[in-house]
């Protein structure tokens, strides 16, 4: 196997907006549907149709797993601009078509590896039509958080930006219009979703929360917390609106969790989980936990599905890419090989459909580790392959060219000029290189640690020369300090 062909095996193959329509497999499309219930369904994914997902920036997509198409920007586009504007219109004719190429990447790659019982479009296939306005909303409003995971960043906490980032805090563009402008969308909705930072600390939510006790009280209040915040004000809005709750805990170990919640009392915790259980049993409406697994806590899954199917709860197991000294999916080979073969091991019951989902959400990570595994194989491959820059090169040239036959419908001369450009930055970022790191040592770093090898090619491909020239000295520092 060449060099060319070993990194080019990185590479996630995707479609731009340019081409047509590219319909999902219409055999893979059939076992989709056969597992959704009720069945038939008329749409691969309901999400653009029935579900508008608001982000920290003001930035509204369909759903938080599509980012990239975004239907519009609060304050400058209003509500109603988003959900009937162009950029959702145009994510409807892409999905009516059945295709997922208009930044609908993570469902599609669980499409083509039949991971059905875990895809994330199924999530929409209950939520009604109702007159063409949205019945899903998701909030992602503020990052407001009191604590400092170590797999999070600034972005999602207000404590980890200040603290650990020292930078300034974050200013939401959401506003008292804003919850106005929700007045005549509240009436439709079946259910709303609000994540953080932690909710419990996010001001803006209690007016939302509020005006959905007032106008439809009916309407499922579904909250991701991390179980820290739960005072009487917490209590007494409870009492009055249909709150379900997805509690994050990523282990049953007091030592362990604290060490991964940072700021967080792990007694307290499990205290205020014990009251939402009573809370959600009490009312027969659901509570799940939600995990995420990495070094620390990997060998608790397990742990996680007995201590769930024991409660009648559900689990949500989370991997996380970053930062890179935490996560699974960069260890090498062997202890990959070993964290799969003991998951193998494991038997789970399936005497109720919680179990039966519990042991789905193993599976799923189960097959994930496994996924990784044979990525560190090719990696490990790769670093003995590679031992000079001209030999890098050509692997990333040969990665470049696949990545733009398989993303633009373009002929050849343009696909040849596209290649042309992304080498001469390519170049600039090898020049750039300090003395003592002009090895191929720097590159692999880079393949090590992006989330996929396309992230790298996206960077190089949509940066300009003088954007990778003056941001290479901060680039190399990072790498250079991991």
């Avoid at 419990?200 to 929360?209: D, G, M, P, S, T």
């Avoid at 362990?256 to 014990?274: H, K, P, Q, T, W």
């Amino acid at each position: 196997m060449t060099i060319a062909k070993l990194i080019s095996d990185f590479f996630i193959k995707t479609n731009a907006t340019e081409k047509l329509f590219i319909p999902v497999d219409s055999e893979i499309l059939r076992q989709y549907n056969l597992t959704r219930s009720p069945v038939p369904q008329k749409t691969l994914c309901y999400a653009p149709f029935r579900n508008i997902y608001f982000g920290h920036n003001g930035k509204a997509v369909s759903c938080c797993f599509n980012r990239t198409h975004v239907l519009g920007v609060y304050p400058v586009n209003s509500i109603k601009q988003i959900w009937n504007g162009q950029n959702a219109e145009k994510l409807r004719e892409f999905i009516t078509h059945n295709d997922l190429s208009l930044g609908c990447q993570y469902c599609n790659n669980q499409m083509t590896a039949r991971t059905f019982d875990v895809i994330k479009s199924k999530m929409y296939d209950e939520a009604p039509d109702r007159n063409g306005y949205p019945t899903v909303m998701e909030f992602e409003l503020n990052n407001t958080c009191n604590l400092e995971c170590i797999m999070c960043s600034g972005a999602f906490s207000s404590s980890i930006r200040s603290n650990r980032e020292k930078l300034p805090a974050y200013e939401s563009p959401y506003n008292s219009n804003f919850v106005k402008q929700l007045e005549e969308y509240i009436p439709y909705l079946h259910e709303a979703k609000f994540y953080g930072g932690e909710p419990f600390l996010v001001k803006i939510y209690y007016e939302i929360w509020d005006k959905i006790i007032e106008i439809n009280p009916e309407c499922s209040i579904s909250v991701q917390t991390n179980g820290t915040v739960l005072n009487s004000r917490v209590k007494d809005l409870l009492l009055k609106g249909n709150f379900h709750f997805n509690v994050s805990i990523d282990s049953l170990q007091k030592p362990i969790y604290e060490s991964i919640r940072i700021n967080a009392d792990f007694d307290l915790v499990m205290e205020n989980f014990g009251y939402l259980y009573e809370y959600c049993n009490n009312k027969k409406i659901s509570i799940d936990i939600s995990s995420c697994i990495m070094k620390k806590n990997w060998f608790e899954a397990p742990d996680f599905i007995n201590y769930c199917n024991r409660l009648n709860l559900g689990v949500y197991f989370h991997v996380i890419n970053f930062p890179a000294e935490y996560t699974l999916r960069f260890c090498d080979s062997a202890m990959l090989k070993n964290i799969h073969e003991e998951y193998c091991k494991c038997e789970f019951p399936e005497s109720n459909p919680v179990e039966r989902k519990n042991k789905s959400i193993f599976n799923d990570l189960v097959s994930k580790i496994y996924e990784w595994y044979i990525d560190s194989l090719k990696r490990e491959n790769l670093d003995r392959k590679i031992n000079t820059i001209k030999e890098l090169k050509e692997a990333l040239t040969e990665g470049l060219r696949m990545h733009i036959v398989n993303t633009y419908n373009i002929d050849e001369e343009e696909s040849k000029m596209k290649l042309e450009q992304s080498i001469f930055k390519l170049d600039t970022i090898l020049n750039k290189l300090p003395e003592d790191m002009h090895t191929p040592e720097i590159f692999k770093k880079v393949i090590q640690y992006a989330p996929d090898i396309n992230t790298f090619i996206t960077q190089l491909e949509s940066r300009n020369e003088v954007e990778l020239y003056e941001g290479a000295d901060i680039f190399f520092e990072k790498l250079r300090d991991r």
